[in-house]
T-cell receptor
Framework: DQQVKQNSPSLSVQEGRISILNCDYT??????FLWYKKYPAEGPTFLIS?????DKNEDGRFTVFLNKSAKHLSLHIVPSQPGDSAVYFC?????????????FGTGTKLQVIP | KAGVTQTPRYLIKTRGQQVTLSCSPI?????VSWYQQTPGQGLQFLFE???????NKGNFPGRFSGRQFSNSRSEMNVSTLELGDSALYLC????????????FGSGTRLTVV
């Protein structure tokens, strides 16, 4: 049961344009959402997060939007840069058994073309 | 502040052998989680240890096991290796109540031949 889904395995965007990465979830108990970025041969690194009580969070070129009614979140990168080329994982967190449990999506590989 | 350290970085094993991977979390972090990453499968959760106890487990066969020591360092063991076990194994640590998620290590690339 894939509770967090990233339906686009890959995305190509021109440098300077907007990159939009999407993520859908099924568990309404998720109360925190995160995006991680992963380069080859490295571990994922935390990028940006959003609490379920908000619908938008911004950090520089990165903005995450949350639509709770649609159980959908998206990551916008503006403007996209070649260094943004990486795999992006969406993750969702819920309290289960007394502690936070994190579920990851399958990832979207972003290629930013110079 | 040192990050999450995983050893070894690369490993080649023969089918049928067993392997042990090590993870040292960030100082003060008592939770250590293990993930398997394969192409197209994303990050598959293996298990989580907290204060030397396994408190969460993914859907992997019993060949995959782990443990955590009193200093929070964790080891993961895979017995009777199969070709399909070839993957990047990632360890992540977190502080209890840390809502902004994990800090990952760089992973151990396991190749089974």
């Amino acid at each position: 049961d894939q509770q967090v889904k990233q339906n686009s395995p890959s995305l190509s965007v021109q440098e300077g344009r907007i990159s939009i990465l999407n993520c859908d979830y099924t568990n309404s108990m998720f109360d925190y959402f995160l995006w991680y970025k992963k380069y080859p041969a490295e571990g994922p690194t935390f990028l940006i997060s959003i609490s379920s009580i908000k619908d938008k969070n911004e950090d520089g070129r990165f903005t995450v939007f949350l639509n709770k009614s649609a159980k959908h979140l998206s990551l916008h990168i503006v403007p996209s840069q070649p260094g943004d080329s990486a795999v992006y994982f969406c993750a969702a967190s819920a309290r289960s058994g007394g502690y936070q449990k994190v579920t990851f999506g399958t990832g979207t590989k972003l290629q930013v073309i110079p | 502040k040192a990050g999450v350290t995983q050893t070894p970085r690369y490993l080649i094993k023969t089918r049928g052998q067993q392997v042990t991977l090590s993870c040292s979390p960030i100082s003060g972090h008592r939770s250590v989680s293990w993930y398997q990453q394969t192409p197209g499968q994303g990050l598959q959760f293996l298990f989580e240890y907290f204060s030397e106890t396994q408190r969460n487990k993914g859907n992997f066969p019993g060949r995959f096991s782990g443990r955590q020591f009193s200093n929070s360092r964790s080891e993961m063991n895979v017995s009777t290796l199969e070709l399909g076990d070839s993957a990047l194994y990632l360890c992540a640590s977190s502080a209890e109540g840390q809502y902004y998620g994990y800090t990952f290590g760089s992973g151990t690339r396991l190749t089974v031949v």
